[in-house]
């Protein structure tokens, strides 16, 4: 993100990474502590594949971040955490972002609502 806010890619990746319930409870488990894959997937009620589909998409938008370490049995351990971040969602901050998409807007035959 620049200091004005995001740009057009950066805040669809943003609001796509967080527009599905489960990351977002995701993000409201991992906002007081880091935790590890396992013990998040109980939390959550959901399976640990399902639960490593989310956090791929969550770290692709730079939300949440890993790191792997070594329990005292040896067992290799990936722990989450949620990255710090603040996206002011407003007409001024989408308009300030939509010149800047990489995707080019449809033409007059395109896309319709």
Avoid: C, W
């Amino acid at each position: 993100m620049t200091a004005t806010g995001p740009s057009g890619d950066e805040l669809l990746r943003l609001l796509g990474a967080l527009a599905n319930p489960h990351r977002l409870r995701i993000v409201a488990a991992l906002r007081a502590e880091r935790v590890y894959v396992s013990q998040l997937a109980r939390e959550l009620g959901i399976s640990r594949a399902l639960l490593q589909l989310h956090l791929r998409k969550l770290e692709a938008a730079g939300l949440v971040s890993a790191t792997l370490e070594l329990s005292e049995d040896g067992k290799a351990m990936k722990f989450y955490e949620v990255e710090p971040f603040l996206v002011e969602l407003s007409p001024d901050t989408i308009a300030a972002a939509a010149p800047t998409l990489s995707t080019p807007a449809p033409d007059d035959e395109g896309e319709r609502a």
